[in-house]
T-cell receptor, first 113, second 107 residues
Framework: KAGVTQTPRYLIKTRGQQVTLSCSPISGHRSVSWYQQTPGQGLQFLFEYFSETQRNKGNFPGRFSGRQFSNSRSEMNVSTLELGDSALYLC????????????FGPGTRLTVT | KNEVEQSPQNLTAQEGEFITINCSYSVGISALHWLQQHPGGGIVSLFMLSSGKKKHGRLIATINIQEKHSSLHITASHPRDSAVYICAVRSRNQFYFGTGTSLTVIP
């Protein structure tokens, strides 16, 4: 089976712009979770989708949003980018939820200038 | 206050040594995950535990639910084990992460 893929792998944006990141889960996996990793805060949970529904959400402002499509692919969007949004954004897929093993994608490294 | 605490933060070992990384958490959990992250960012899930002990090759993970504590052991460590090891817990509808343990194994 192909692993979790994320596109793009690297992205440079300007403060104030918006960005959309994409995640394709392992075939058959219906749960996709998103995480932000920064040197200062480490890994933080953004949100989790299952069967096109947001199941859980971390403590991030409303500028961070996401969605999941019927084929389980997921996108996350960050609007009005701030310098502090520079981070590695990781998605992970699993068969059901965090109670099952998660398979991580390679991440998208976002730099906001 | 961090929901998940790991120790040590940094660890240097000689090849062949037995290594232990500890994780303590303060919330009720449904599962605990041990993750490995190599330079460059890729994360691999090593174990998912809700009770007891699991073993994969040279890696062993244990969890004590009553004490809210988990350990990751690496037997006969090897330079390729050099990575950051991260403890993560699922509590209700949230995931919480430790700050990671950076392990360097010297040949």
């Amino acid at each position: 089976k192909a692993g979790v893929t994320q596109t793009p792998r690297y992205l440079i944006k300007t403060r104030g712009q918006q960005v959309t990141l994409s995640c394709s889960p392992i075939s058959g996996h219906r749960s996709v979770s998103w995480y932000q990793q920064t040197p200062g805060q480490g890994l933080q949970f953004l949100f989790e989708y299952f069967s096109e529904t947001q199941r859980n959400k971390g403590n991030f402002p409303g500028r961070f949003s996401g969605r999941q499509f019927s084929n389980s692919r997921s996108e996350m969007n960050v609007s009005t980018l701030e310098l502090g949004d520079s981070a590695l954004y990781l998605c992970a897929s699993s068969t059901n939820s965090g109670r099952n093993e998660q398979y991580f994608g390679p991440g998208t490294r976002l730099t906001v200038t | 206050k961090n929901e998940v605490e790991q120790s040590p933060q940094n660890l240097t070992a000689q090849e062949g040594e037995f290594i232990t990384i500890n994780c303590s958490y303060s919330v009720g959990i449904s599962a605990l995950h041990w993750l490995q992250q190599h330079p460059g960012g890729g994360i691999v899930s090593l174990f998912m535990l809700s009770s007891g002990k699991k073993k994969h090759g040279r890696l062993i993970a244990t969890i004590n639910i009553q004490e809210k504590h988990s350990s990751l052991h690496i037997t006969a460590s090897h330079p390729r084990d050099s990575a950051v090891y991260i403890c993560a817990v699922r509590s209700r509808n949230q995931f919480y992460f430790g700050t990671g343990t950076s392990l360097t194994v010297i040949p």
